[in-house]
């Protein structure tokens, strides 16, 4: 907690206290944690291993540090655990949501990261990015901090599914080439009926121009014979 609880009804679950060790009981030990009441720590809370006998692992007067499970004001009653709990239950954790992590180990197929959760989840190598990699070694390494995505929860078999690439946008596609000239603007296509009057008028065009060629060959021509029977006519006077 950011600041320090003053009645048990500021208390929350997973709030972390520290307290002193006021009691032992054959089923557990009671920790004065400053407040009205005190609160109650079982004896499978004490630790992960088992305890036996708590006299072996836990004395009067230790300053022990705790969190808070459930809290029942009516009743005046705060049970507590030494057992540091998760960051995540299973019951919280739902696809969709962004968390941060801590890659924990790296295989051929993905890495695990390690959210607070019972185990840690699996982010698959086809998540880990955009586009193919040969390796997950190629994007992250064990230690690296993480911001994954849920993709799924499987509570029976205890699997949860991240992404990394869902958090990031995928990349531009290049524009080909080819494309860019599909873009550029085309000629039109002509019609059937305006390619047959082009070549209707083309012919005409060639056919004037094939005309003129040979009436000035025949202007040519006559006028050297006229030349000549000038020139015949002359001579025979």
Known sequence: MDTKPTS????????????????ILLAGIVVDIGLEVPGVVHISRIRKEPVNRIEDVIEIGQTVD???RQVFPDRKRVELTMIEPLKLEWREITPGMVVNGQVTRLEKYGAFVEIGAERPGLVHISELTHGYIDSP??????GDEVEVKVLSVNRRRKQIKLSMKAL???PQKAVKASQMEDN???????TAMEAALREAMERSKNGESKSQKQRDKNASINAELEDIFARTLSQSK
């Open 8 to 23: 048990i009804q500021d208390l929350n679950p997973k709030d972390k206290l520290t307290g002193k060790v006021v009691k």
């Open 66 to 68: 705790v969190w808070v």
């Open 184 to 190: 550029e603007p085309q000629e039109p296509v002509p």
């Open 168 to 170: 990031t946008e995928p």
């Open 137 to 142: 070694s190629d994007v992250v390494h064990v």
